[in-house]
């Protein structure tokens, strides 16, 4: 089912209408009604095409469009990012986070350049830089069937995709229908057409209900990957209201690992770990589903049962990553942390899932040491971008410093520390700023707070206003959460 996810979307035919669709995106994404323009063509910008205020906060947020060769398939260079950047540094007032939008694809070497811009400016107090390519713009867009309307009408997921579902809906309906009908015509015909009664049409009703069925669910896997779990479970519980009883086995196995995906990412461990095992009885040898089901033991509380079927899985399958990742969490306190580590073969350890799970068994046990270690190689490793894996990493910067006595009681921040801080600032800025427009947004909200921390360990004027800018967007949202209000207690007392 073609949607405009994965369409091949050409970029608006001239730079005004790509500005023009660029406004909307950014006012959409900063929930900001009143993001416009800079001014207007002729008129000095001083780097921001677009400004608004993210989540209508106190800061500015500002964005440069730059197409590329008549909108071709050419990037952006290193000296244009600069350009813009320096530009921008003139643009009043200041502004947090600056997007350079361009209608170029996607390019490692530039997105680099934006983060060490970024972790420079975030030690002298200035802006974040980010890159959005056009595949970026494409997908994000995606997320806002009314801008999709506006720009390319006909081939959001409110008309051409939902048209296409309709479509197959009312012919497997009719098929269902039907289907007394045919068989009786299919009788009457002359015995020479041997081929006629084969034909099996309510075996063709259901591949063609099936399809529509998986096509549906593919859906609600955009929603997930997008950090949308809530409209995710949304939709499917409506989904599953309306489909249920005519569901094949395989699609009601993945309703309910769907629903529990959706419900883990929510936080509601314990709902999620019994959809997951209720789930195993419509694809009981599945690799994927046992693999579930041991998570779901886990989340459960019982560790013994995780970690049997998560070695089940791996007899069938050596290189599975996920059941490794559950192991190793499912061991027990008692276990040294060698042990643990050598239940995995060494070629697998440095995935990102396994490395994480050793990273976080790690952070549990408060041995901050390996617990660095092994979350960086996870982040090293990620060519997802994953902000969970930035996010533990940055957290366990600070706590590691934190829990060194020689930086307490007073005594000052060595030079490795600071970096470490900084470095955790900046991890923590990446993790964010990937959820902030997110359902994930209230779910990660440790983020923020502990980047706030984090300013307020360094000091300075501009480090401190910025970390209590951070644990009042926390507190915005969690007003009665005793560590926020405990952290925005401890700054003040610091600022004071």
Known sequence: MPTFFNSQIPPPANWQEFEDLC????????????TQRNGRHGQPQNGVDIYGRPDQGTSWGGVQCKGKDNYGDKSLTEDEVETEVENAKSFEPTIS??????????????????????????????????????RDIVTRLADFPELVDKHYPGLSPNTKALKGIDEIKETAQAILKRNAEVKTEISSLPDKINIAPKINYPEIAKVIITTEYQEELDYSRVLLNNYEPKGALEYL?????????????????????????????????????????????????DEKALCNVALG???LGDTKK???????????????????SII?????????????IAKVPKPYRTTPEVAYAIGYLCRKRNNFTEAKKWLEIAVENDTENSPDLKGALGEVLIES?????????????????????????????????HIADTDLRKMRLTWIVNRGYAKSLLGGS???????????IALQMEPSHPTFIRNRSFIGLQNW
């Open 237 to 285: 519980t409506k989904l599953k209201s309306r489909i249920w009883s005519n569901a094949q086995p395989i699609v009601k196995f993945r309703l309910l690992t769907n629903i529990g995906s959706a419900k883990l990412s929510l936080n509601q461990e314990q709902e999620a770990g019994k959809l997951f095992l209720e789930a195993l009885q419509y694809n009981s040898e």
């Open 462 to 472: 501009t480090n401190m206003e910025g970390a209590i800018k951070d644990v009042e």
């Open 23 to 34: 406004c909307d995106l950014w006012r959409a994404i900063w929930k900001d009604p009143n």
């Open 297 to 299: 033991h886990m989340l």
């Open 97 to 134: 986070q600056f997007i350079v939008a361009t209608t170029g694809p996607k390019d490692a070497k530039i997105e680099k350049l934006a983060r060490k811009i970024t972790e420079e400016h975030l030690r002298d107090g200035l802006f974040s830089v980010h890159i959005w390519g056009w």
């Open 401 to 433: 410093v934190i829990k060194d006595p020689s930086s307490i009681n007073g005594v000052q921040l060595n030079d490795l520390q600071k970096k470490q801080i900084q470095d955790s600032i900046s991890l923590l800025t990446s993790a964010w700023d």
């Open 328 to 340: 190793i969490q499912s061991s027990s306190n008692d276990e040294k942390l060698e042990r643990v």
């Open 306 to 324: 995780a970690e049997a079927l998560a070695n089940r899985v791996v007899a069938k399958n050596p290189a599975n990553s996920s059941a490794y």
